[in-house]
Structures are given as structure tokens and as C-alpha cells.
């Protein structure tokens, strides 16, 4: 499974982005995708996950009611929406995937395929 994440750019603060992970290969509806992002200086964190069975969805708190996870089986591309963008938010935004969930979907280690990373920066 190859993943290509895309849509990153400079916002301002309160802005709004929306990344896209286009994934190809041996794709399926069956694989569990994510979020992370990382930030100069500090360790990978997890953003959000969508499950691949009935699409539920997990936040971080960090996020929570500002962005929001999806996917659309049929293009095989999951999107991350991002509102009132803080510059806290600046990072290296990177999709993963794993065939079905895990529990630990918040963990890095959890995920078996990961994309290239694309820079999200907000300005203040």
C-alpha cells in the first residue's frame, strides 16, 4: 500500500485546511487509517483515526470539534478538515494505514504503511 498525503500549506490562525491521503496498491475498504502529526523537536502524536467497517471516528483531544476525519471508500482517499487552525497546529501532517483496527489506534507502532508528510503552517 502506497499512501501520498497532500494539502498542506501557510493559514492563518482561525484558517482552514483540508489534507487529502490518496492511497494505492493493494487497497481495501478493510484498512484502518490515521493521522499523525509531528512537530520540530517533539515525537510523532496522533490526530485521528476512522475505522474501516462503519467509519467511526476517533479524535484527539487536542482537535476535537475543530477537525474532522473521513474517508471515501470509492476514490480510496481519506481527508483530514481542519478549522479554526491554531499555530499550535504546525507540523508535519502524515497519514498511515493498518489492514483492520486496533485498539491502540493512537500508537504509530499500530501502523504498518505511512505516507510522505505534508507541512501545515499557521501563522498567528
Known amino acids: 500500500v502506497q499512501l501520498q498525503a497532500s494539502g498542506g500549506g501557510l493559514v492563518q490562525a482561525g484558517g482552514s485546511l483540508r489534507l487529502s491521503c490518496a492511497a494505492s496498491g493493494r487497497t481495501s475498504s478493510s484498512y484502518a487509517m490515521a493521522w499523525f502529526r509531528q512537530a520540530p523537536g517533539k515525537e510523532r502524536e496522533f490526530v485521528a483515526a476512522i475505522r474501516p467497517s462503519n467509519g467511526a471516528t476517533r479524535h484527539a483531544d487536542s482537535v476535537k470539534g475543530r477537525f474532522t476525519v473521513s474517508r471515501d471508500n470509492a476514490k480510496n482517499t481519506v481527508y483530514l478538515q481542519m478549522n479554526s487552525l491554531k499555530p499550535e497546529d504546525t507540523a508535519v501532517y502524515y497519514c498511515?494505514?493498518?489492514?483492520?483496527?486496533?485498539?491502540?489506534?493512537?500508537?504509530?507502532?499500530?501502523?504498518?504503511?505511512w505516507g510522505q508528510g505534508t507541512q501545515v503552517t499557521v501563522s498567528s
Open positions: 498511515a494505514a493498518r489492514l483492520y483496527w486496533s485498539v491502540i489506534y493512537f500508537e504509530t507502532s499500530t501502523y504498518n504503511y
